[in-house]
């Protein structure tokens, strides 16, 4: 079965940086799109990143361009989300999904981000 585990959230000050990480299991990661996306108070589900199977495509929204940078290592089936200068409005729920034809098919079970003075 397919399974996203993530880890790396928690709370940090304004400006500070954070590392997010979802191991993968149940299917040939190289072979398929990951994404990024978060649950903000007030805002919804937000799409944030997204990255080809290789590694070679990269995408963002344009309120992360800039601070957010999509990764991966294939050898070890994980997906990275490097996170700088992280602003109060960062605040939020972060899942990656398994991306299939532009459309998540498979979540993770979420990370919290809490920015915070």
């Known amino acids: 079965e397919v399974q996203l585990v993530q880890s790396g959230g928690g709370l940090v000050q304004p400006g500070g940086s954070l590392r997010l990480s979802c191991v993968a299991s149940?299917?040939?990661?190289?072979?398929?799109?990951m994404t990024w996306v978060r649950q903000v108070p007030g805002k919804g589900l937000e799409w944030i990143s997204a990255?080809?199977?290789?590694?070679?495509?990269?995408s963002y929204a344009d309120s992360v361009k800039g601070r957010f940078t999509i990764s991966r290592d294939n050898a070890k089936n994980t997906l990275y989300l490097q996170i700088y200068t992280l602003k109060p409005e960062d605040t939020g729920v972060y899942y990656c999904?398994?991306?299939?034809?532009?459309?998540?098919?498979?979540w993770g079970q979420g990370t919290r981000v809490t920015v915070a003075s």
């Open positions: 999904a398994r991306f299939t034809n532009y459309a998540p098919d498979y």
């Open positions: 149940g299917f040939t990661f190289g072979n398929i799109d």
């Open positions: 990255i080809q199977g290789g590694g070679g495509l990269l």
